[in-house]
């Protein structure tokens, strides 16, 4: 036998042994027939899959992977695909994002313990695309991400409808009396009528879109259609490129770069993208170190206009947004706002990609001098209700409440939201601010997208769609209101949000970014010798290691252990 080891390929310190350990690595793997030269010093590329029936978003990836594999092949390398946690929005209780850190761990882990080069990372469905990323991050090897790719455009009786938007506004009509139940269940069918992911700008649709702008996938990974054959041809173009990338070198850390993030910023406010993005953008750079956080959100995104006109906070869906030019005509209609040296995993610069990206829908991707709203990134909000911020999304707000005071009306969780909210004698007006406590990190646990909580029925009745409610939870990336999240420390974690108690004023001021409370320091004091912190969910297992762990929304709710780079290395043999 001859010594394999070749090119300082990763794989060959496996692979590349004439010896016991290596006939061991390649011995197993040859029972899935894979021929002798597998293992002759080509590229060794994992395709990290988040395929799973219960993550219906995700359910068509194994279909993707093939793609990817063929395109491994025909440019000299080796695929082996490898499933990881699969986390699917609309199924995993008490929340997906309860499990995003887990599935991080999953994938770095997987990612560093295998034989492999450079990974693609399949994604699609919410919290997929940056645990897998978290996860990649931390490893630092050649990565590039598809992701699974939107459903098409939802139809119920003549019009279109949108994933999440439209499941809110029919059951705010349910509730008002102006919708039928048998209407409503009508609607489910017609509302997710192909694979793919949501098809608003909700949280896949604003996560896909950051892959594309941070650099990491292909040119038109955000919004081809997951059924289009396009897809497919994206698949199989990265399973080549990523071989490449190999050869050449080019790891995660070269791609996701403090630029790319100012970028995907800059993005996430020209699409009105979703305001998930924030926990998960910081989250994703503290994994590479880097120096960013609420201040490059609400200072990148002041001056953004979102252009594109898709639901929740406009009329279009991401179908509409692949045919009128997708991502690369959004990043050349703000190129004075991005970093156009970034490099992207396809060994070209973003401006390269995208400089003379045709748009021809310029009702889906308006002007910037024709916004569908002039100020389209995330205001972060400061104050002593949120002395380590908050965020909205003033374009899924209301103009009119965007400076308001009001009377606060508690709920000190979500329970206690669901029960009291229906009661008619409940002393609100549409004046008042909703406040939901004990939603956030750990209070829920995992920071429930339950911010955007539904208004009183005796609001609704009379015709009234939008209130100010502040709560420490998220919001679906496909829901609207003048919703204040993320308020940071949670109230589980002792902030202020805690003490408040009806009846209290709130100031909200967007254009200042403040939010107050105006109950004195002497009060609040006393009322936090009365407050007592939580119990863990669970006594054991991942639930309370995740509890005793897990970092506020500013720090992006990473387990404090998981920040940071860690490398590919392992010293050690298995035998
Ligand atoms: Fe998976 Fe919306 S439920 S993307």
Redesign the pocket.
């Known amino acids: 036998m001859t010594d394999r080891k070749k090119d300082g390929l990763r794989s060959q310190a496996w692979f590349g042994k004439a010896d016991k350990d290596g006939f061991l690595h390649r011995s197993w793997m040859k029972n899935q027939g894979m021929p002798e030269d597998s293992f002759d010093g080509r590229p060794v590329i994992g395709i990290c899959n988040t395929f799973s029936e219960l ?4 359910a068509h990836l194994r279909g993707i992977a093939e793609r990817v594999k063929r395109g491994v092949y025909e440019a000299g390398g080796f695929p082996v695909e490898f499933p990881v946690m699969s986390l ?3 199924n995993l209780r008490p929340t997906a994002m309860l499990f995003r850190n887990l599935a991080s761990m999953d994938t770095e882990e997987s990612i560093r313990a295998n034989p492999m080069d450079g990974v693609v990372l399949l994604v ?3 919290k997929t695309t940056p645990a897998l990323l978290m996860g990649a991050a931390s490893c630092d090897l050649p990565t590039l991400v598809v992701s699974g790719g939107p459903m098409l455009s939802g139809r119920f009786r003549g019009r279109q409808i949108g ?2 938007t439209d499941v809110f506004k029919f059951s705010e009509e349910v509730r008002a009396g102006k919708m039928s139940l048998a209407d409503f269940m009508d609607a489910e069918a017609g509302m997710s009528r192909s694979p793919g ?2 098809m608003t700008m ?3 649709s604003t996560m896909a879109s950051m892959v594309e702008a941070l650099g990491m996938g292909m040119p038109h990974n955000a919004a081809i259609p997951a059924v289009d054959s396009r897809r497919n041809a994206l698949a199989q173009n990265a399973g080549r490129r990523i071989v490449d990338m190999v050869r050449e070198d080019v790891r995660i850390s070269q791609i996701l770069t403090k630029e790319a993030f100012e970028n995907a910023v800059r993005v996430n406010g020209a699409i009105g993208g979703s305001t998930n993005a924030v926990v998960h953008l910081i989250a994703i750079a503290r994994r590479l170190d880097l120096d960013f956080g609420l201040e490059d959100w609400d200072r990148l995104g002041r001056d953004i206009p979102t252009i594109v006109d898709l639901m929740p906070s406009g009329r279009f869906l991401m179908e509409d947004f692949y045919y009128a030019g997708g991502l690369p005509a959004v990043i050349r209609a703000i190129g004075d706002h991005i970093h156009k040296d970034a490099m992207t995993v396809n060994g070209r610069t973003i401006w390269q990609n995208c400089a003379e990206a045709p748009n021809y829908n310029p009702d889906v991707i308006r002007d910037p001098a024709n916004p569908l709203t002039e100020n389209g990134g995330i205001a972060v909000l400061r104050g002593n209700l949120a002395p380590k911020g908050a965020v909205l999304k003033p374009s899924a707000a209301t103009p009119g409440l965007m400076q308001h005071r009001g009377r606060a009306v508690v709920f000190e969780d979500i329970e206690h939201y669901k029960k009291r909210i229906i009661d008619p004698d409940l002393d609100v007006d549409e004046n008042c601010v909703l406040v939901l406590k004990n939603c956030g990190p750990r209070g829920y646990p995992g920071m429930a997208e339950v911010g955007n909580m539904g208004l009183p029925p005796k609001i609704l009745e009379k015709g009234v769609k939008d209130m100010v409610r502040v709560s420490d939870a998220r919001m679906s990336g ?1 829901a609207y209101g003048t919703v204040v999240l993320h308020t940071a420390p949670e109230a589980a974690a002792g902030g202020p949000l805690a003490l408040v108690r009806d009846g209290d004023m709130i100031e909200l001021d967007v254009a200042g970014r403040r939010l107050h409370l105006d109950v004195s320091d002497e009060e609040l004091a006393r009322r936090r010798e009365a407050w007592t912190a939580p119990e863990p969910p669970m006594s054991g297992g991942y639930q309370k290691l995740y509890f005793d762990t897990v970092l506020q929304a500013d720090e992006g709710v990473d387990l404090d252990f998981l920040v940071g780079q860690r490398g590919a290395a392992v010293p050690r043999e298995s035998h």
């Open positions: 993550t219906p978003c995700n699917g929005e609309s699609g469905c919410d994933s999440g992911h949501c909700g949280t896949a496909t």
